[in-house]
């Protein structure tokens, strides 16, 4: 199943945004995105063509999170030779919540 088609129907349960840490600045949840793309108030991607240094240094950050995204999307699928992005995230959500019952060093 395609994430896009969900989200352009608002199907599924986005929160609508958390303070920053060490701040009362609440900013809302997005995906990131590469060009491909359409923008969107739920997704972030790089401004087009080449830029001011600030819109410049905005796209190198965003790519680099979006390569850490995509890089741990690789190394899963390595390692268990198949991934489920559903699983994935219902495990993500389940640690999340499951977060104050585990000791720290886990």
């Known amino acids: 199943m395609s994430l896009a088609k969900p989200l352009n129907i608002t199907k599924i349960n986005i929160p609508t945004g958390a303070a920053l840490p060490s701040t009362k600045k609440v900013m809302p949840f997005i995906f990131v995105a590469d060009e491909a793309l359409p923008l969107k108030n739920y997704l972030m991607r790089p401004f087009p063509g080449n830029t001011l240094p600030k819109r410049r240094i905005f796209n190198y950050r ?29 495990l993500h959500n389940f640690l999340k919540l499951a977060d104050d019952a585990m000791p720290p060093f886990l």
């Open 62 to 90: 965003l790519s680099r999170a979006r390569r850490c995204v995509e890089n741990t999307f690789g190394i899963m699928a390595a390692r268990f030779r198949i991934f489920y992005v559903a699983t994935a995230v219902s």
